[in-house]
């Protein structure tokens, strides 16, 4: 699809601020941090872990430093927030802002799978080793699964830092570098049709 799924996505997204599946998160939330998909017209989707503390203030996934970071690349790399889906593995916020607990991205784990089946993008970038880890299985390190383009589902999935991570390295950190190179990567793709490795 090239349009946003309106309707179902906002019916999606309230069966999602009412979930309660995991008590610890519910229970100390502000918002469930839904996601938000923009115009979609490129058909990019980007995945992040969890909701910090300035996501869960407003409801809206990467604000602060991390979430400008991010939008600076995205423009650096030709594309842009507004025409990207912007997802995460879980939607509430893990207290401290602690790795999210495997119940709990089992719990999610259905969420982003319908925001993805409603979303259909042709390109996903998985930011950071939590969201690698839910498309490419646990055991996978940055280090092992970046820098190439993977066939999931039919779809070809870029992996990543997360921007949090290029933030707190800084501008001559590998995660910075990476993470322009591999949000560069996902814009030829959108823009020459490559297929992922295997199709
Ligand atoms: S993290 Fe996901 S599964 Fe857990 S309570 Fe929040 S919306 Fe529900």
Not at 17 to 43: I, P, Y
Request: contains cysteine.
């Amino acid at each position: 699809m090239t349009q946003p799924p309106g309707e179902e996505w906002r019916e999606l997204a309230t069966r999602i601020k009412g979930c309660v599946r995991c008590r610890e998160l519910a229970a100390v939330r502000n918002t469930v941090v839904v996601g938000e998909h923009g115009q979609f017209t490129r058909r990019l989707a980007l995945v992040g872990e969890a909701p910090g503390a300035q996501e869960d203030a407003t409801g809206k996934p990467f604000v602060g430093r991390s979430g400008q970071l991010l939008d600076q690349l995205l423009s650096d790399a030709g594309l842009s927030r507004s025409e990207t889906a912007v997802l995460g593995v879980i939607k509430c916020r893990p207290p401290g802002n602690r790795t999210p607990k495997a119940p709990e991205i089992a719990n999610c784990r259905p969420w982003l799978e319908t925001q993805l089946t409603l979303l259909n993008p042709r390109v996903i970038v998985a930011l950071g080793l939590t969201a690698a880890a839910w498309f490419l299985g646990t055991r996978v390190t940055l280090a092992q699964v970046r820098g190439a383009v993977h066939n999931i589902g039919g779809r070809a999935v870029v992996v990543t830092y997360h921007p949090a991570a290029a933030a707190r390295f800084g501008p001559n950190g590998k995660p910075l570098a990476a993470l322009r190179d591999d949000l560069a990567l996902a814009a030829r793709l959108l823009g020459e049709a490559l297929q992922p490795d295997g199709q």
